[in-house]
Nanobody, 127 residues
Framework: QVQLVESGGGLVQTGGSLRLSCAASGRTFRRYAMGWFRQAPGKEREFVGT????????YYADSVKGRFTISRDVAKNTVYLQMNSLKPEDTAVYYC????????????????????WGQGTQVTVSS
């Protein structure tokens, strides 16, 4: 059984930073791309970014480009989302997800391509 567990969320002031972690188990983690999404109250789940199976490629939503960075540690089966220069509009529940199919990075912006999801971690940015 595949499990993804996010951690690292919390309350931070505008301009601050947080690093989220997503620990994976139950699958050969290194073979698959991973994505991060977020969902604010009353809004649809939104693509944040994705990282290739080997960490060699990343792709981000325009809203976070230049502020957020995704990385992965294959040995630890963990993906990270480093969030800098946080804004109140970044407030949301953040989810990591696993894409089982090899595809172009630009095709990983839809939640529909991901098969396993974590439970989410809350990030709140105060103004």
């Amino acid at each position: 059984q595949v499990q993804l567990v996010e951690s690292g969320g919390g309350l931070v002031q505008t301009g601050g930073s947080l690093r989220l972690s997503c620990a994976a188990s139950g699958r050969t983690f290194r073979r698959y791309a991973m994505g991060w999404f977020r969902q604010a109250p009353g809004k649809e789940r939104e693509f944040v970014g994705t990282i290739s199976w080997n960490g060699g490629s990343t792709y981000y939503a325009d809203s976070v480009k230049g502020r957020f960075t995704i990385s992965r540690d294959v040995a630890k089966n963990t993906v990270y989302l480093q969030m800098n220069s946080l804004k109140p509009e970044d407030t949301a529940v953040y989810y990591c997800a696993n894409d089982p199919i090899l595809r172009p990075m630009g095709q990983r912006t839809s939640a529909a391509v991901y098969d396993y999801w974590g439970q989410g971690t809350q990030v709140t940015v105060s103004s």
